[in-house]
């Protein structure tokens, strides 16, 4: 109910005060997100020093290595290298994995905390987030010390004559998975809830009078209310499992290498190879602009649809 | 023609359990009649929207049954019952088109997709929204999304019809409109409009009859010229339109009516049907501000006199607060053009004259 008078009031008078005030956002923004991303964009394409660092020379040696194989010394006439392509591969499918399986457990874990009555819901909530006051590697590590051969697990199925044998999960791509999963959670539980919550449940009553069944309410009226909460959910799980470096570290080992992994290896110690993990780095985000700009120009045209 | 649509038998609500529970309705009786309009009248919390919550199936019963045209439907889930409801805040779905909202429930009956289109389209002829069918809901205005919810809840064409509150988020004006616009598909398309409202001027101008409730409780079920001139006890009087309730002695009962002291007079006035009196007794009685009379100055003999204490214009009437030598203070509604009416002013003298057909002595 705001007159126009006073709409107009924030909107229409000029100060230069307004852009002062902004300044400190536009300088972390630019300083601590914009600068590191052209930093590394710059370094991929830089030439490697041996003892980590660079040498500032244009070349495109780091993305030839990440793409092709052009043999031992360097001679052979190139061939598509698999290794890194594969390695990435594997991080997409475990992230999407991850992102599935999170939605899976995540969305009727929402749903129930959000129909909850409102008093009860916020310890719901706070129970969810409770493991994430724990720093992510310890709790990683303690992931590894449950689930190893003779870990409380294995030997709590072992005592009970459940299983004959150990389950043998560390250093598999289930471990990591397991990792991935339990890690991100919340980070699915928490939008979906968010949706949910605000989500007018007199809608489904309507449909129930309109002869409607409960999953087909749930199909037709809840989900598609409460997708932008579901999208959200599902871009917080796939892009940090993504580029997850600790879970497959820790729980997969060698064998499971991930391209987080890969990158964080590029810039340990002496070994790495600067270039190579900016590089590397650069192509994962390439993938990530991909799929957040299909989702934006999805979101794009279902609001434009609404008419928003 | 003369079938009940709706039969409700002893229905009782209890929410919760134990000693905690609270009871929100308390053994209702009543039926509808097909083809009837009928409204829930009550103030916020009488248990009328738990009442049609009941009947829409999306609360349960605790006690007693509820029939749909003879067979008993408590046990059926809400989208089993052949009733469709116009919900309060109109609950349209915000992801479809008009069109599909209100083909939503054609779709769910599995109707082929032409006679589902060609009915929605029928429908928004209906309530005149046809050249909003491509539309979202949140395009809409109030008065337009209501129409919409009237008539997504029609073409799938309910036997019983439920309207909760339909017009209460709507301006006057508009208000005004939909009442007649409500009143007239009723009486086109031939179906049970059970229709719930907090606004009893509402209730009298579009229902065939009225179920008062209170507290979780039927007060007086009857046709709105009943429940305005015979109200049956203190709350329906105060609760439908405006009067004067007032404390009288109980002199006689005769077949025809009764005779009680007021204001050291004695009226004659009508007693509801089935309503015990004694003489002697102390009970209370609705005059309407409409059915006393005024003439200015006092006149001698037995004649009521009372001095005007206020004047309230209302443009074709005037509300004239008088109180009495006794100390009772009644309000007279009379038109601005009678006679001395408009030239009177606080503490002049008046004589009242007070319709003994037009007064009710009321059960408690």
Redesign the interface.
């Known amino acids: 109910m705001a007159g126009p008078g006073n709409s107009r009031g924030f909107q229409g008078v000029f100060t230069p005060l307004r852009y002062w005030l902004l300044l400190p956002s536009w300088l972390v923004v630019g300083f601590f997100m914009v600068a590191p991303v052209l930093i590394m964009l710059v370094y991929s394409f830089l030439t490697k020093e041996f003892r980590g660092g660079v040498i500032w020379e244009f070349t495109l040696a780091a993305y030839d290595q990440f793409f092709l194989d052009r043999g031992l010394f360097g001679d052979e006439p190139p061939k598509i290298e698999w290794t890194y392509i594969g390695i990435f591969w594997r991080s997409v499918w475990q992230a999407g994995l991850a992102t599935v399986l999170c939605l899976l457990i995540g969305f009727p874990t929402a749903y129930y905390i959000a129909t909850r009555p409102p008093a009860t819901r916020n310890i719901w909530v706070f129970l969810v987030t409770i493991p994430y006051w724990v720093n992510l590697l310890i709790r990683t590590v303690s992931m590894k010390f449950l689930i190893r051969d003779n870990g409380p697990i294995n030997e709590w199925l072992l005592s009970a004559g459940l299983i004959a044998e150990p389950i043998h999960l560390i250093n598999t791509p289930v471990a990591v998975q397991l990792g991935l999963f339990y890690s991100y959670l919340p980070f699915m539980v928490l939008p979906i809830y968010a949706a949910i919550e605000r989500f007018?449940f007199?809608?489904c009553?309507?449909?129930?009078?309109?002869?409607?069944?409960r999953w087909?309410a749930l199909w037709h009226?809840i989900i598609?209310?409460v997708r932008p909460g579901i999208v959200a959910g599902c871009i917080l799980v796939f892009i940090p499992s993504l580029g997850a470096f600790l879970a497959p570290d820790l729980l997969g080992g060698a064998k499971n290498f991930m391209i987080g992994s890969l990158i964080e290896e590029q810039f340990k110690g002496t070994a790495g190879n600067w270039p190579f993990g900016a590089a590397a780095s650069m192509i994962l985000l390439s993938v990530v602009l991909v799929v957040l700009f299909f989702n934006a120009r999805n979101r794009a045209t279902q609001t434009s649809?609404?008419?928003? | 023609m003369n079938q009940t649509a709706i039969d409700i038998a002893g229905v009782t609500k209890f929410y919760g359990s134990g000693p905690d529970a609270v009871r929100a309705l308390h053994d209702i009786h009543f039926q509808i009649q097909h083809n009837e309009f009928f409204t829930l009248l009550g103030p916020s919390g009488c248990g009328k929207t738990t009442l049609l919550r009941i009947i829409?199936?999306?609360e349960d019963i605790s006690e007693g049954t509820l029939r749909l045209f003879g067979e008993d439907i408590q046990n059926l889930?809400?989208?089993?019952r052949p009733?469709?409801?116009v919900?309060q805040?109109y609950?349209?779905?915000?992801?479809m088109s008009i069109r599909d909202n209100v083909g939503?429930?054609l779709k769910?009956?599995g109707r082929p997709p032409e006679e589902i289109r060609r009915r929605s389209d029928q429908m928004l002829e209906l309530v005149r929204l046809s050249e909003y069918a491509g539309?979202?809901p949140?395009?809409l205005s109030g008065g337009q999304k209501q129409r919409v919810a009237l008539a997504?809840?029609l073409a799938?064409e309910p036997k019983v019809l439920l309207l909760d509150e339909p017009l209460s988020a709507l301006d006057l004006k508009l208000r005004q409109s939909m009442r007649h616009e409500l009143k007239q598909i009723r009486e086109e398309l031939g179906i049970t409009f059970i229709f719930v409202t907090h606004d009893q001027e509402e209730a009298l101008i579009m229902s065939d009859r009225i179920a008062v409730m209170s507290h979780g409780a039927l007060q007086q079920v009857g046709t709105p010229e009943e429940i305005y001139n015979h109200p049956l006890n203190r709350f329906v009087a105060d609760f439908i339109g405006e009067t004067n309730l007032v404390e009288v002695q109980v002199r006689e009962i005769s077949d025809s009516g009764a005779t009680v002291a007021f204001a050291g007079h004695t009226l004659a006035c009508s007693v509801n049907e089935n309503q015990a009196h004694e003489p002697g007794e102390i009970a209370h009685m609705s005059i309407r501000p409409e059915h006393i009379g005024i003439t200015p100055g006092e006149e001698k003999g037995d004649a009521l006199r009372a001095t005007v204490l206020r004047k309230i214009f209302l443009g074709t009437d005037i509300h004239v607060a008088c109180s009495l030598p006794t100390g009772e203070e009644l309000v007279a509604r009379v038109q601005s053009t009678a006679a001395g009416v408009a030239a009177l002013s606080p503490g002049d003298g008046v004589t009242l004259d007070i319709d003994p057909h037009r007064i009710v002595l009321l059960g408690d």
């Open positions: 007018d007199s809608l009553e309507a449909a129930a009078d309109l002869y409607a069944g087909f009226i598609p209310n649809g609404a008419g928003h | 829409g199936g999306f889930p809400p989208n089993r009733v469709n409801t919900f805040h609950a349209l779905f915000p992801h939503f429930g769910m009956q539309r979202r949140s395009q997504r809840a799938p």
